[in-house]
């Protein structure tokens, strides 16, 4: 059975082939075969990324009482245009 590869290890060989991608020493047949690799670990990363986001909690303090709550559909909704109207 494969093992899932972590977060941290993904993005930190998705670094080293974007490194050897930009060298131009890569001849092309390895600049495709890294190319396809990277692809699949960006999408792990998104996925994982979008995975975490979706159990952040919100935390807030009434008094004495601390209240966990989860994002609902709406708030990771409102959450995901205001990133993308950032990002602009």
Do not use: H, W
Request: net charge negative; proline share 1%; aromatic share 4%.
């Amino acid at each position: 059975m494969k093992s899932k590869i972590k977060f941290e290890d993904a993005l930190s060989e998705l670094e080293k082939i974007v490194e050897e991608l930009e060298s131009p020493a890569t001849e092309l047949e390895r600049s495709i075969e890294l190319f396809e690799k990277g692809v699949a670990l960006a999408r792990l990363c998104t996925k994982t990324l979008q995975d975490a986001k979706n159990k952040i909690e919100i935390i807030s303090v009434n008094g004495d009482k601390v209240k966990k709550t989860k994002f609902s559909a709406k708030e990771r909704a409102a959450y995901s245009q205001q990133e993308s109207s950032d990002e602009l």
